[in-house]
C-alpha cells in the first residue's frame, strides 16, 4: 500500500446536493447538528463514510449474501482474515477437519452475546449454515450436506463431499440467531458483530453504533454514519469536509482532498474480457439467450488478442497509475500461476498467430478474415462504469493494429444478460476465494447465468479444477489452481485456451481524514459492499 496527498476540485451541484441529502433528518450529519457530525472532522464518537451505494437488495442478512465481500458488520463470523489474508478465529476459539475432508468440527467461544442480550450459542452457527444451504442465497454452501450442534458450543458442519474452499465460508457467512431469525431479518439484523445498525434509509444513509455485548476488543468509534453515494458524490463528500472517509474512483484520486490522506489500497478486484467459446451453433441457455460466437471460438482471435493488448498502457492511461496489470484471475493471491504471465504488447507476435491460424486481410480493409468470416464482435460494458467504458475503447484501439476490430456499446445489465454468451463481454471479478476460479472456468458453472458466462470447456482443466476443489486442504489445492492456469502444456490462460483476456487490477482509493488511522487494509477483493471496513473494529481517532 502506498499513501498519497494530492489535489482536486469538484462540481459545485454534487456538493449542493449532497448537502440537501445529509441535512434532511436530524440524525444525519448537516452544519445545524455540529456536535453529532463536524463539518471539517470526525471524532470519536463519530464518523462519516461516503461510499457506494451497493447491493443491498436482501437488506443485511448473510444467509442471503451481506458481507462476503466484506465485513458483515453486525454480525460474527466465525473465522476471520487479518491483513495478510491468513485465517485467524473470530467466534470460533477452534475448528478441526475429518481425515476425509467432510466433517468441520467448530468450538465457537463461550462469553459471545448477541445485540439483544441472548446468548450465542452451536445451535445458532448450526441454523445460520442451515439456512443458507436452504435460501439459495449469493453465499455458496451447496457443498453443505446439514450443520448440527452437538453441544452448547461445538457444531458439526458436514459436507457432501471435501471441499478445499469451504474454510472461506466460516471467514463470511456472518452468523444469525436462531430465536429473532424471520423473513424481515435483513431489515432488523441482530448480530454479535462490534456494532449494530440504528437506522437505515435506503439509498441514503445507514447509520450503526458499537454493540456494547461485543465479545471483542471495543471499537474506538462509537457511532458510524454511511452516506449510501455513487464515487462522484463521495468526493463530493470528502471535499466539503462531510466524510471522514470516501472512496472515489481512480480518475479523481490523482486529485487531493484538505485534512484527508489517500489511502491506494491493493486489491483482486479485476477487469478483464470474456470471450464465447464455442461457435454459434443454435445452442440456447435454459432462458433462451443464444450461446457461442463464430469469431471468438477460434483460438487464435484470443490469442492473438491477448498478446496484443498494452496492460501497462491501460494502468497508466485509463486508471491513472492506479492499478497493475493482470494476466488472470487471482493476479497477487497465493494461488496465482506466475508462469502464465506473458509480455505485453506483442503486435508482430499477435498477427503471427493470426496468420498461422488462418486468418488474413484480403480484401485489404485492415480486418483479418477466415473463410470468409471477418474477424469483428461486439464488445459490451455496463453504461453506468466509466472505467470500464475507457478499458473497452482503449482495448479496441489496441488491437486494430492486428487486425480485429471490437464494437464498442454500452448497455445496461438487463439488455447485457441476455447478450453475454454471445458476445465479448467486460467483466469485473475478483476474490480472496479461489472458489471464484472454478465458478469462472469449470464447465459445470456454464448454467446459463454470470459463472462461466462464455461457456468455456476443458475436460483436462475440468479434471485439475475438481483435484483443486476436492483437495483436503486450501493450502493443499494451491498446485492445481496454478496447473489449471498453465502447467507447461495446457491451461486457460493465454499460452493455453486464453479463455479470457484480463486487463488489471484496480487499485481502490480512498481519502481518509489525516486524524483517522484505518490501520492497513487487506488485499481487497471486488467492490461490491465495503471491502476497506474488514478491520473496522480496529479503526482510531487520533486527534482531539
Not at 457443498?143 to 478445499?164: C, G, Y
Not at 481512480?250 to 482532498?257: D, K
Not at 497477487?332 to 486481410?361: H, N, T, V
Request: charge should be negative; proline fraction near 5%.
Amino acid at each position: 500500500m502506498k499513501l498519497n496527498l494530492k489535489t482536486t476540485s469538484c462540481a459545485a451541484g454534487i456538493v449542493l446536493a449532497l448537502s440537501a441529502c445529509v441535512s434532511s433528518t436530524p440524525e444525519r450529519p448537516s452544519s445545524q447538528n455540529n456536535a453529532a457530525a463536524p463539518q471539517q472532522g470526525g471524532s470519536s464518537e463519530q464518523i462519516v463514510l461516503a461510499l457506494s451505494n451497493s447491493e443491498f437488495d436482501d437488506g443485511f442478512d448473510p444467509t442471503l449474501g451481506w458481507g462476503r465481500y466484506g465485513s458483515p458488520l453486525f454480525q460474527s463470523t466465525l473465522l476471520r482474515r487479518n491483513s495478510e489474508l491468513e485465517f485467524e478465529n473470530d467466534l470460533a476459539t477452534s475448528y478441526t477437519v475429518s481425515d476425509d475432508g467432510k466433517v468441520w468440527t467448530v468450538t465457537i467461544r463461550a462469553d459471545a452475546k448477541f445485540s439483544d442480550g441472548i446468548p450465542v450459542t452451536a445451535e445458532d452457527v448450526a441454523f445460520t449454515f442451515n439456512q443458507a444451504g436452504e435460501s439459495g442465497g449469493k453465499t455458496d454452501v451447496t457443498v453443505l450436506q446439514d450443520a448440527i450442534a452437538t453441544s452448547p458450543t461445538t457444531v458439526e458442519l458436514r459436507l457432501k463431499q471435501p471441499q478445499s474452499t469451504f474454510i472461506n465460508r466460516l471467514a463470511t457467512l456472518g452468523i444469525v440467531p436462531k430465536h429473532a431469525y424471520s423473513a424481515e431479518y435483513g431489515r432488523n439484523p441482530i448480530g454479535s458483530g462490534p456494532y449494530k445498525l440504528v437506522q437505515w434509509d435506503e439509498g441514503q444513509q445507514l447509520i450503526a453504533e458499537v454493540n456494547p455485548d461485543y465479545y471483542g476488543d471495543a471499537p474506538q468509534i462509537q457511532r458510524l454514519v454511511f452516506l449510501l453515494v455513487e464515487e462522484d458524490a463521495a468526493f463530493a463528500a470528502a471535499k466539503a469536509g462531510q466524510a471522514q472517509v470516501a472512496s472515489v474512483p481512480q480518475t479523481l484520486a490523482v486529485q487531493s482532498v484538505d485534512n484527508m490522506k489517500l489511502y491506494d489500497v491493493k486489491s483482486v478486484d479485476n477487469r478483464g474480457i470474456m470471450f464465447p467459446f464455442e461457435p454459434n451453433t443454435g445452442k440456447k441457455t435454459p432462458d433462451g439467450a443464444a450461446i457461442g460466437n463464430d469469431v471468438t471460438a477460434d483460438r487464435a482471435i484470443r490469442q492473438a488478442i491477448n498478446y496484443g493488448i498494452d496492460r501497462k498502457a491501460l494502468v497508466d492511461g485509463v486508471l491513472e497509475g492506479y492499478g497493475s496489470p493482470a494476466y488472470g484471475p487471482v493476479t497477487g493471491l497465493p494461488w496465482e500461476q506466475k508462469e502464465a504471465d506473458i509480455e505485453d504488447g506483442q503486435i508482430d507476435r499477435a498477427k503471427q498467430i493470426l496468420a498461422e491460424g488462418g486468418w488474413s486481410d484480403k480484401n485489404g480493409d485492415g480486418i483479418v478474415e477466415k473463410n470468409g468470416q471477418p474477424a469483428e464482435f461486439t464488445m459490451l460494458y455496463p453504461a453506468s462504469d466509466s472505467i470500464r467504458q475507457a478499458l473497452a475503447l482503449s482495448v479496441a484501439e489496441q488491437i486494430k493494429p492486428i487486425g480485429i476490430r471490437a464494437n464498442v456499446e454500452g448497455k445496461s445489465w438487463d439488455e447485457i444478460k441476455p447478450l453475454m454468451h454471445s458476445n465479448v463481454i467486460l467483466f469485473g471479478w475478483g476474490s480472496q476465494d479461489p472458489t471464484e476460479v472454478y465458478n469462472l472456468y469449470h464447465s459445470k458453472s456454464a448454467q446459463g447465468d454470470f459463472n462461466n458466462a462464455g461457456y468455456y470447456a476443458d475436460s483436462k482443466i475440468d479434471s485439475v479444477l475438481d483435484l483443486a476443489m476436492g483437495a483436503p486442504t486450501q493450502e493443499e489445492a494451491i498446485a492445481f489452481w496454478k496447473a489449471a492456469q498453465w502447467n507447461g502444456q495446457t491451461g486457460f490462460t493465454t499460452k493455453g485456451d486464453a479463455a479470457w483476456a484480463w486487463l488489471v487490477n484496480l487499485d481502490h482509493t480512498y481519502f481518509v481524514n489525516t486524524c483517522l488511522n484505518i490501520g492497513t487494509p487487506q488485499i481487497e477483493p471486488h467492490g461490491h459492499g465495503w471491502p476497506i471496513t474488514a478491520n473496522i473494529s480496529e479503526w482510531k481517532w487520533t486527534c482531539n
